[in-house]
């Protein structure tokens, strides 16, 4: 394995240094969110290559870079000061410099600071270009076992109940999945307003400590999340990834909408374009509605 390895890193290597990384541009690089073995060879090189890092907390990325044995000028852009902090690497971008965007784990501008700084330099008229790598959402996801085409990452939850409660209940009937983050200290109380406002059948998804060391992840009826939560006292440790099982569509609701949609459409188009136009208004299948649409084309009492 170490051989396969040694052999592999030149390649890797040249792989990230044949790409190019033009000046003038803000460079999003996403790090690891536990394990620091996931981050990539290109992130590690245009870590090394940049005039500076943005980033959300110095002391943190100053140990990955350390890590990496990469020395590098770093630039503190958190919450507090995103809008001053984009001017001054807008004004570094327009003299030439490339600079690196970086949040404490995972890709920034993902419920982490960044957002503004990268609609500024956009704004501005620069180059931006991300630089794939962890998420905790998508991670999530992939190991969840939640068979739904659509997820709604909704991010953290307000922290005073009644705004939670408020964000939540307009949730409800959101068929897709629900991505949320959580921290340890929340997580209780969190679980406690999903069980009384969603019903407790739904399938819940704990990912906690991803690729870290005592990395946990669990699906369970939500009924029985908090009896889980209270079986181990680790469990009130760690950043939550939470995943929710999206509401059962609505079939009859679906259709009414789908006749609704289509009745309108069919008095100017053809049912093939009627077909294509509602499956883009209301997101249900094309194949579906071109045979609604047929039905309906045939019987002119759905067009009256």
Not at 6 to 28: G, R, T
Not at 270 to 293: E, W
Request: glycine share 4%; aromatic share 6%.
């Amino acid at each position: 394995m170490t051989e396969l390895t040694s052999l592999a890193l030149p390649s890797l290597l040249a792989h990230a240094q044949q790409q190019s990384y033009p000046s003038s541009c803000l460079y999003i690089v996403a790090t690891p969110i536990g394990n620091i073995a996931d981050v990539s060879y290109r992130a590690s090189y245009v870590l090394s290559i940049v005039d500076a890092i943005a980033c959300e907390d110095t002391r943190n990325t100053a140990q990955l870079l350390k890590t990496l044995g990469i020395s590098q000028s770093l630039i503190a852009a958190h919450q507090h000061n995103e809008n001053e902090i984009a001017q001054k690497i807008i004004q570094r971008l327009q003299q030439g410099e490339r600079i690196a965007l970086v949040s404490d784990a995972g890709t920034p501008a993902i419920s982490d600071p960044g957002a503004r700084i990268v609609n500024a330099v956009r704004e501005a008229g620069l180059t931006v270009v991300p630089l794939p790598g962890a998420s905790a959402v998508i991670t999530a996801l992939s190991a969840s076992g939640l068979v739904n085409d659509q997820f709604y990452f909704f991010g953290f939850l307000p922290s005073k109940a009644g705004q939670r409660d408020s964000a939540l209940s307009t949730l409800k009937n959101c068929t897709a999945t629900l991505v949320f983050y959580e921290a340890p200290h929340r997580i209780n109380d969190m679980v406690a307003a999903l069980t009384a406002i969603f019903p407790g059948t739904r399938q819940i998804v704990f990912a906690r400590e991803l690729t870290k060391l005592f990395e946990e992840i669990h699906r369970c009826d939500l009924n029985k999340a908090s009896k889980w939560l209270a079986a181990n006292a680790h469990r009130q440790k760690g950043e939550y990834a939470v995943l929710l099982e999206g509401a059962i569509p609505d079939q009859n609701a679906e259709l009414i909408e789908a006749q609704r949609v289509l009745k309108v459409l069919l008095q100017s188009c053809s049912v093939k374009q009627a077909a294509n136009l509602a499956a883009q208004l209301t997101g249900q299948k094309k194949n579906a509605l071109y045979q609604l649409a047929l039905e309906m084309h045939d019987n002119p009492k759905f067009l009256c």
